[in-house]
Antibody
């Protein structure tokens, strides 16, 4: 069964850019109709959809993130990535990558702090 | 954007009770509803997709129903390991939205 796993720095400075990568295993990122993307969960709060990228390559984003987010896909590495610019303490959260509703990473905690 | 509401929260019940959680969408999402269980510090676990399809390996005491704008998740006989927070998710389009969650506790 297809698996996904997040990687990236656990600490980001305020106003900097948060960058995370999700690696897909036990399957091809381009060989199916999966929808790849990111969800986050601030401490003690609920799940928030950040955005996703379709099998056709079009990206969709949560409007609440005001143009700060970019999701891209690298089929040669079987990976997709998240970039979130101008981060503040409010972006501190557990970040999960997903493959449609079926595959979820274990999550990676990102703290925004100086 | 489609908005999701979820009730009740929290929910307190006895072992063996039948538990029902309701989720409402602000627009028609046909059957594109999924339900997840999440325990602290863990990733969401898929229980139900397409409103009523049980994910492989999920106990049969979990069931889902509904279409359009109103959906329910039912646990037929609550077990201790079911203590968790449950989230609904609409995935009718490529712009997803989660419900606020229902925390299920034991009385």
């Amino acid at each position: 069964q297809l698996q996904v796993q997040e990687s990236g720095p656990g600490l980001v400075q305020p106003s900097e850019t948060l960058s995370l990568t999700c690696t897909v295993s036990r399957g091809s990122i381009s060989g199916n109709s999966y929808y790849w993307g990111w969800v986050r969960q601030p401490p003690g709060k609920g799940l928030e959809w950040i955005g996703g990228i379709s099998y056709g390559g079009k990206a969709y984003y949560n409007s609440s993130l005001s143009g700060r987010v970019t999701i891209s896909i690298d089929t040669s590495k079987n990976q997709f990535s998240l970039r979130l610019t101008s981060v503040t303490a409010a972006d501190t959260a557990l970040y999960f990558c997903f493959g449609s509703v079926f595959a979820w990473g274990q999550g990676t905690l990102v703290t925004v702090s100086s | 954007d489609i908005q999701m509401t979820q009730s009740p929260s929290p929910l307190s019940a006895f072992i063996g009770d039948r538990v029902t959680i309701t989720c409402r969408a602000s627009e028609n999402i046909d059957i594109w509803m999924a339900w997840f269980q999440q325990k602290p510090g863990k990733s969401p676990k898929l229980l139900i997709y397409k409103a009523s399809t049980l994910e492989s390996g999920v106990p049969s005491r979990f069931s889902g129903s509904g279409s359009g704008t109103e959906f329910t998740l039912t646990i037929s006989s609550l077990q201790p390991e079911d203590v968790a927070t449950y989230y609904c998710l609409q995935y009718d389009s490529f712009s997803w939205a989660f419900g606020p969650g229902t925390k299920v506790e034991l009385k």
